[in-house]
């Protein structure tokens, strides 16, 4: 497939996601960005898109928890945050819009089978918050949010309740550090492999010292892993 996309090869697909996202993209190249897995195009995929709408949305969803628990203190807070923005939540919701159909893979990816959708949809979602935000503002993509992602908040207060380290190492090592007075910190060290098989390397450091790392399929998976092994060592 040719690195340079064009809209009017994939017209069906936009308009199925502006459908399923109930949102009209006044510039149609920024969800066709959105929908693009690198596969399909190494200049022109969601990558970009998902470092910024991975910003908007845990800034969106901190808001709405800090407002609708007053009584809530920081890490019960932060539980509820890392819930809603986990990709299997991010995963789910996209599915569940049916945005799976408007996903652009490239040929090596067409048949990885359900891990590689998983992984798409959840970066899709994230990359559509951001062409949401840089074609509309900020407005529209509260609304998205909210309408897709906040509507399910309160199923989240059980998550508060019953949280335990290992359903989600990023948060107890958060919780952990933040009795230090020190806050984590994480970043992409390495990758490798193939498009539709890569392999990350994340690294976790808190206040400029390297705490460990960690590897996965994706980003978050990578950073989970960096996360559980920094726990191990704290213990």
């Not at 996309?5 to 009209?24: C, M, T, W």
């Not at 190249?29 to 897995?37: C, E, Q, R």
């Not at 709408?53 to 969803?61: C, K, Q």
């Amino acid at each position: 497939m040719s690195d340079e996309l064009k809209i009017s090869d994939f017209e069906y697909k936009l308009d199925h996601a502006q459908n399923a996202i109930h949102y009209q993209f006044k510039n149609p190249k920024l969800l066709l960005a959105a929908l693009t897995h690198p596969s399909a195009s190494t200049s022109h995929s969601y990558e970009r898109l998902e470092f910024l709408g991975d910003a908007l949305l845990e800034a969106i969803v901190r808001l709405r928890a800090f407002e609708a628990y007053p009584k809530f203190d920081e890490g019960k807070l932060t539980n509820i945050k890392i819930a809603l923005v986990s990709g299997d939540n991010l995963a789910e919701v996209a599915e569940r819009m049916g945005l799976g159909f408007s996903i652009i893979f490239g040929t090596t990816e067409k048949n990885t089978g359900n891990r590689g959708m998983h992984s798409a949809l959840e970066n899709v979602y994230e990359a559509i918050v951001a062409a949401i935000y840089l074609d509309g503002g900020i407005e529209p993509t509260v609304e998205f949010v909210d309408r897709t992602i906040i509507t399910g908040i309160a199923n989240n207060m059980k998550t508060a309740a019953q949280f335990t380290p290992d359903a989600n190492p990023k948060s107890a090592l958060q919780e952990k550090l933040q009795a230090q007075k020190k806050a984590p910190s994480y970043s992409i060290i390495d990758e490798f492999g193939p498009a539709h098989n890569k392999t990350f390397v994340a690294e976790v450091s808190a206040n400029g010292k390297v705490l460990a790392s960690g590897s996965g399929h994706t980003k978050k998976e990578a950073e989970s892993a960096a996360a559980s092994s920094a726990l191990k060592q704290i213990k």
